[in-house]
């Protein structure tokens, strides 16, 4: 079992303990590789949401790139959630690699119907650090702020060893983690206009 795979285990079992949901934006490449994963977290009642196919920065390629990996990857998580190849995902949420979108790339997914999310507080675990460091650093951060949509990465192994902490620092400390999911559509009267 590859050490990705592990790592995002222990963060759903760690939610899992907690009674904590989440929402995943996956990246199509990775999620691939382990679609039982995907699959359980989804079961889990957790909220499947899109990072492109590769993790290109949008902002860095050509739109039709940009396209082609926004594409690609939503039908990887579809066919990993359905098995059903689209590009009408199923939850449409979507977060940009690296926040680099462009004016064209949301106004493909504003058409589409898709919300695109950002973050408020970053645990910045792509750096090398202990769980310990990490811990430190998201609760100052959320301290200061309050509140917000944080970013974290469950494919880090110090982010995993730290998410059963931090799930307890958040209960123990009175946050209230808000599970996003999407709503049913808009349905409209007859006589509305």
Known sequence: MGRGRRTRKKCLTARAQ????ATFFL???????FPELVRRAAAQGHTIAHHTWSHSMASKISFE???????RGIAADEIALHGISTIAPSTPFFRFPNFGSTPKTLDLLQDRG???????????????????????LIT????AEGKGIILFH????????????????????????????????????????
């Open 18 to 21: 907690e009674c904590v949901r």
């Open 27 to 33: 990246v199509g490449k990775s999620l691939a590789q």
């Open 65 to 71: 790139k940009a396209k082609e990996d926004i594409d």
């Open 114 to 136: 898709i919300v695109v999310f950002g973050a408020d507080l970053w645990a910045s675990d792509w750096e090398e650090m202990t769980p310990d460091q990490e811990l430190k």
């Open 140 to 143: 100052s951060r959320l301290n």
């Open 154 to 193: 469950d494919a880090k192994a110090h982010t995993a060893a730290m998410m059963p902490a931090f799930l307890r620092y958040l209960h123990d400390n009175g946050y209230h983690v808000v599970h996003i999911v999407p709503t049913a559509p808009v349905q409209r009267n007859a006589d509305t206009h």
